[in-house]
């Protein structure tokens, strides 16, 4: 091996253990950085050569700058996040309406049930006193008035939920598009033989992003590109570098938004959101709360019926029978909105006797006080009492709501674990890559040594031909 060949072997050195250094601060400034891969120079020895009939090396080359990924763990990751989307999505909104059934305060419906057929069992005492006739009327508007809270508080979050898929679906189009982007940025890149490793981190970033807010499944395709599946019907969200597109049209029968989806091959379909932050905004619009609406409902109708029926047998002081004490109602759907005393009741008319010749009777205001524990809920098929039913109902959104919380810690405490793991496999160690540091800088050195060495060697060789 000539000197020559010695002085291109340490350059050769000086240049990879510059990039490896430079691999290293790189490493470095992005310990930080979210869904930042750690790098890694692969090195190998340079082809041989001969002479004088002995294979001689010529030194080191770079194979390969590889960043650490696991293609298993991204996969897992991506599912873990979009179950914990849907269910923190879930558990913020039950927390939300879970003050409309509290029943700790002195108010609310179940309270204002009580008070109302408390009213009732009052004028029994004393069936032809005025007071005790207006605070029966005033206990009922009061129960009407819980109702229409609870009812408004429903609808308006059924009304929040579907407003909400406007940002959410433009978000969901946003990343889309800038996966579709940046695949097409990596494909570029690795055609020319370029390293897209960040530009792959970004892209892997930003599928998990998506992850949070739809079900997706992915492949890795051998030009770099990732191509990205909707989990709940197998279509394409991105081929390539052309994404799928969601948009939303509006139901004139239900008044809410319809999901479309536009996939990268072009059809056009109506898709039902299952999972992540889409799919429980969804299930939550159309399923959840509106079951608590129709058992708030189910129950205004049921008092409604309960009470007119009764109410309209008896006679008021003056005689008159066959008055409704609330509006009634033909449809459980819409009662709580629209519970209210009757147009035609008054303090004069309420019937409190069961007898028409007997003004004074209470006959009738204690069959109604005693409502209150008869089987009437709901009115086509009574199965439980007001009180009961009403809690039961409260219970239901009491248990909904923690369940939902302790699902979303165990979500949490999941993807922690994974997240815990890929750190482990492709964060970065400030520790390693400070060793790292350390041995190529002196590998820097010794190269630039070599290249001293042989120089000081030609040197002698050309003092010595002199």
Do not use: C
């Not at 508080?153 to 909400?164: G, M």
């Amino acid at each position: 091996m000539s000197l020559s060949s010695t002085i291109e072997i340490g350059k050769n050195g000086l240049n990879i253990y510059r990039v490896a250094q430079e691999v290293t601060g790189e490493n470095i400034a992005n310990v930080n950085t979210p869904g930042y891969s750690r790098q890694r120079v692969l090195l190998e020895t340079a082809p041989p050569t001969s002479h004088n009939g002995f294979p001689l090396g010529t030194g080191v080359k770079i194979a390969s700058v590889e960043r650490y990924y696991d293609g298993l763990l991204q996969q897992q990751l991506t599912n873990a996040e979009t179950t914990q989307g849907y269910d923190t999505t879930k558990s913020m909104v039950l927390q939300q309406i879970e003050p409309s059934f509290n029943e700790v305060s002195s108010d609310g419906i179940g309270t204002a049930i009580s008070n109302y057929f408390s009213a009732w069992q009052d004028l029994t005492l004393n069936p032809a006193g005025a007071s005790e006739r207006q605070v029966v009327m005033t206990r009922g508007q009061i129960l009407a008035d819980n109702f229409h809270s609870v009812s408004k508080a429903l609808n308006d979050s059924i009304t929040v939920q579907n407003d909400s898929l406007v940002p959410l679906t433009e978000s969901i189009n946003n990343t889309l598009s800038n996966i579709a982007r940046l695949n097409g940025q990596i494909r570029t890149t690795e055609l020319v033989s370029g390293n897209a490793n960040e530009i792959r981190d970004q892209r892997d970033q930003l599928i998990r992003e998506l992850s949070q807010k739809t079900g997706i499944t992915f492949t890795e395709n051998l030009d770099g590109t990732t191509d990205v599946f909707y989990a709940d019907n197998g279509s394409a969200l991105v081929i390539g570098s052309t994404s799928a597109k969601f948009s939303l049209r509006r139901d004139t029968t239900a008044d809410n938004y319809d999901v479309m989806l536009t996939a990268a091959q072009g059809s056009l379909t109506i898709v039902r959101p299952t999972s992540g932050e889409l799919g429980a905004t969804v299930v939550l619009r159309d399923s959840i709360i509106p079951y608590y609406l129709t058992q708030v409902d189910t129950l205004a109708k049921s008092i409604i019926d309960a009470v007119n029926s009764q109410h309209s047998a008896g006679y008021s002081p003056v005689g008159l029978t066959g008055q409704n004490f609330f509006s009634p109602t033909v449809l459980a759907a819409g009662s709580a909105a629209g519970f209210s005393l009757d147009a035609g009741l008054s303090v004069n008319n309420i019937a409190a006797s069961g007898n028409i010749a007997l003004s004074g009777d209470n006959s009738n205001a204690l069959l109604i006080a005693k409502l209150t524990g008869a089987y009437t809920v709901p009115s086509e098929t009574p199965s439980s009492t007001f009180s009961s039913f009403y809690n039961s109902l409260v219970s239901k959104v009491g248990l909904d709501v923690q369940a939902s919380k302790t699902t979303v810690t165990q979500d949490e405490a999941f993807t922690k674990q994974l997240s815990t793991l890929r750190e482990s496999n492709s964060g970065v160690s400030l520790d390693e890559e400070l060793t790292n540091l350390v041995k190529y800088q002196r590998s820097y050195q010794a190269s630039a040594k070599l290249i001293t060495t042989a120089t000081e060697m030609m040197d002698v060789v050309i003092a010595m031909v002199r």
